[in-house]
């Protein structure tokens, strides 16, 4: 079975400049090497703002294009999520890039309320599955993480992975959250997150972390800018669904949206 390696990249975003961004994310790619799949966080070329007039790019433009170059560069699957417009709408939008150019993108289904990202954002109705490496991953954005129904995982995926820009002051929620989806889903749990302070005065500790399978924690990231790299195994999962196969007996239903 193949192993996956991966890395977690946690930076302070600066507000609402994505070429700043780009910038330092560039600095931090250029250090990566023999990786399989890198995160990136929520809105990570602008931080998480509400100004989509302004900040809203069409789907193939300046930011997948850049994705395409680093995934190319490094022989990675790369993911994160920034604001594209499309038919009128705005969305929070992940893209997933493959090596080879070719992409897959999920819309954040949960709009965070409190934030007003309802009243900026339309939101998404469709889940995607990643495929790389003999490992699926189902990749998810922020807020989606506290609705279980959503995130249930229905196809066997390996792995999942929630992309945010989750505040400091809910952090026991955060890692709670992530953990139980990793226990529920017996599957390893990826969080990427920022740190800072954004241009709303909302400061983020960070946090970026993954779970195994069994819901224990492998690594975790606290209150400051860095990268968690990990190779993970895929026998991690399989032999605990086969001497705990819980899967087996979870309830059959249908989501309507």
């Not at 899967?247 to 989501?255: E, M, N």
Request: proline share 3%; with cysteine; charged share 25%.
């Amino acid at each position: 079975m193949q192993d996956l390696r991966i890395a977690i990249l946690q930076v302070d975003l600066h507000w609402e400049d994505k070429d700043a961004n780009f910038n330092l994310f560039d600095k931090r790619l250029e250090e990566l090497d023999g990786v399989d799949f890198v995160l990136l966080p929520e809105t990570f070329t602008t931080g998480f703002s509400m100004n989509t007039k302004k900040l809203a790019e069409p789907m193939k433009g300046k930011t997948l294009a850049w994705l395409q170059k680093w995934s190319k560069s490094l022989d990675v699957v790369i993911c994160g999520s920034y604001i594209v417009e499309e038919a009128g709408e705005c969305y929070n939008r992940l893209v997933a890039i493959e090596p080879n150019g070719s992409y897959q993108y999920y819309d954040k289904k949960h709009l965070f309320r409190m934030g007003g990202e309802m009243e900026a954002y339309s939101s998404g109705d469709k889940k995607i599955t990643i495929n790389h490496k003999g490992w699926k991953v189902n990749p998810f954005i922020c807020y989606d993480l506290r609705f279980p129904v959503w995130c249930r995982n229905t196809n066997d995926a390996e792995m999942m992975v929630f992309v945010s820009n989750w505040p400091k002051v809910r952090s026991e929620h955060w890692l709670s959250l992530l953990k139980a989806r990793a226990i529920e889903n017996q599957c390893f749990v990826l969080g990427s997150n920022r740190v800072g302070k954004d241009g709303n005065g909302v400061s983020h500790s960070g946090n970026s972390v993954v779970f195994n399978p069994k819901g224990e924690k492998v690594e975790e990231l606290v209150n400051k800018e860095g990268l968690i790299l990990l190779s993970l195994k895929l026998e991690d999962v399989h032999n605990y669904r086969t001497v705990f196969p819980a899967y087996l007996d979870r309830d059959q239903f249908d989501l309507k949206l």
